[in-house]
Structure formats: structure tokens, C-alpha cells
């Protein structure tokens, strides 16, 4: 059973890589029923009012999407992947932040159990929620190793000619966002282009561009593809010269993940999540540092590595993080949170 539709971002990534998971896995005892609202409800009203109905006789509802119902007649495990809203408001519009962020904490207090991606958010959810204890536990996203692993030359060139993409290539991917750092991308890619003429900057991601543009002077150097079919990104990812994931704030970051699958080259901002999860691979700069970005993405112009080393990195990371085990984790926090329930 997994979430319907393509271009799948966000919690619906997880939801679907988790779902993906416990195909891998015993787990004969669970019987799982897959909730979401009918298309063009309001997703407030839904969590509040219909979600506690429709999971009415079931012995535990997972909420993978930050807070949970006031009122459920089963204990609750809540999902909250980074607390954002409440560290940083100024990068989400007033009407997306209330009354949001207030069922955030309410609900890590509330909650049957506590899931995020990583100890550094975890730390943040108890620095604000106060001691979460055993309810609160920390599951690592996972990675298709099937889909995201290295891809051929012909694999790749096939795709940058569709998206009509020559020469040598940095990627990111997300919006203009201030807080996923394409600004920063877009002026270290000024700072290489005097010596890299032909290299180009390939954004993925949502075309809006209320948060910013590319400057005039960039717009020959930048290709925005906007979402792309699942099938085209690791051929990019693997062809590209670096990803450039210079995030100012992250739970976990997939997408750096996925990058790393791919048997591509980092270059990360130096953030906690990205320290907890991705050291061991990804190349650190310090964050809104445009000058190191270039530094990085030029040596690794000038030096890229072997396809062997690709190789191994990417069997490392695919080893390292698997859906079966982030969705056997899951499994083991919904049936303590159920027992907990019955004992009530």
C-alpha cells in the first residue's frame, strides 16, 4: 500500500519510503489501513475532524505530518521532522505558521510517542517541549537503493539532452527559498564562472519564484527544470560535477541522501543534521559562505572522483540507510505506543 501520485515531496516521500520498508520486513501481526483526505479538503479540519472517525478501532494512529488530532480514541505517535516554524518564522507565511505551530509542541507533549529523523531535533523538540523520555525516539530516514544508485554516462547524457544541459553541471535542488540556500549556489556560481564559462547550474525543484529570482546576468548559466519524472533524477544526480545542498535549516535532508546514493559528490552546509547523518561523506562549508562553496566545487571540477570511489560511496550510503530498517524502527515504536494504550 503506498500514497498515490507522482512528484511526491515531503512527508509523502517518507510516508512512501516507510511503506516500502515493511514490504521488506515481517510484519504479519500489523494490519495497516493508509488514511489521507479526499483531494481539495482542507487539511486542518480533516486531522481534526475527520482523521479521529475514520481511524476509529484501530490500536494506534501514526500522524507523519508534525501534530496530531486534539481528541483520538487510540493512543498517538506523532512524526516531527524539524521544529522550523518555531526557530525560524520568517521563512513560512503567516497564514501556513497558525495554528500550526502551536499543535506542534502541544502535540510532542501529547503525543503516545515522539518520531523525528534525528538527535539534533530531537534535542530542539525537547529544548521547547520539555524531557520527551522514552516517548520520544529518533528513526533515520531511508534511501531506494534500487532507484538512487550510480547511473551510467549514457544514462545521464540522455537526460541532460532532453533538459538541454552542456557542459559541466552543479546541482541543487528546492526552491528559492531562503532557507534551502540557492542563493548561495547561485553567487558561488558566480565566483567559478570566470574560470568555468561553460558551467552551468541545474535547479530541481517547485518553478515559483516568489521567494527570489535568478538574477539577469545568471539566467544563461542556470537551468530550471522544475519537478522532474522520478526516473531522470539519479541520472542527474550521478553526472553532476557536485550537488550542492547548502540547506540553512534541515530535519533530515533526502534529497542529499538520494545525491549521495547516486555515487555523487557534496558539498553540505555545515548544520547538525547534516554533521549527524552525512559526515563521513559529504564536504562541509560554512553556511551562506558563497567563497568555500566555489573553493569546493572547483577542486572537485578540477579533481572529481573515480568511479570506483563513486561506487564505494554509494554502497556505503545505501548500506547505511535502508527503508526496511527505518520502517522496522517505526514498527517497534507503534507497537510499544499500542501496548501502552492497552494499559490504560
Known sequence: MKPAGPGLTGVG?????????????????????????????????????????RARGADVLYCPFYYRPLISACPVVVAI???????????????????????????????????????AVLAEIESMAGPLE??????????????????????????????????????????????????????????????WPDL?????????????????????????TGYIPDEDLPPLMSGAAAILSLSRGEGFD?????????GAPVVASDIAVHREHFEQWARFVPVGDAEAVASAAEDLLRHSPSAEDRGDQAFEVRSCFRWEDSARAHLEVWRRAAERGKGR
Do not use: K, N
Open 13 to 53: 516521500r517518507v510516508v512512501e519510503g516507510v511503506l516500502t520498508g515493511l514490504d521488506g520486513i515481517d510484519h504479519a501481526d500489523l494490519e495497516l489501513r493508509l488514511l489521507s483526505p479526499q483531494p481539495g479538503a482542507r487539511t486542518m479540519p480533516w486531522v481534526q475532524l475527520s482523521l479521529p472517525w
Open 81 to 119: 521532522f524539524d521544529v522550523l516554524v518555531l526557530t525560524h518564522p520568517e521563512w513560512f507565511p503567516v497564514r501556513g505558521r497558525h495554528p500550526f505551530s502551536e499543535l506542534l509542541l502541544w502535540s510532542a507533549r501529547r503525543g503516545a510517542a515522539v518520531v523525528t529523523a534525528s538527535q
Open 134 to 195: 522514552e516517548r520520544g525516539t529518533v528513526v533515520p530516514l531511508g534511501v531506494d537503493g534500487e532507484h538512487f544508485r550510480p547511473r551510467t554516462s549514457e544514462e545521464t547524457a540522455a537526460v541532460l539532452q532532453r533538459l538541454g544541459v552542456a557542459g559541466p553541471y552543479l546541482l541543487a535542488t528546492g526552491s528559492l527559498h531562503p532557507r534551502r540556500g540557492v542563493d548561495v549556489a547561485l553567487a558561488a556560481l558566480q565566483e567559478l564562472l570566470p574560470r
Open 200 to 224: 552551468r547550474l541545474v535547479l530541481v525543484g517547485r518553478p515559483e519564484q516568489r521567494w527570489g529570482q535568478v538574477p539577469d546576468r545568471l539566467s544563461g548559466q542556470v537551468v530550471l
Open 254 to 262: 533526502l534529497p542529499l541522501l538520494e545525491g549521495l546514493a547516486c
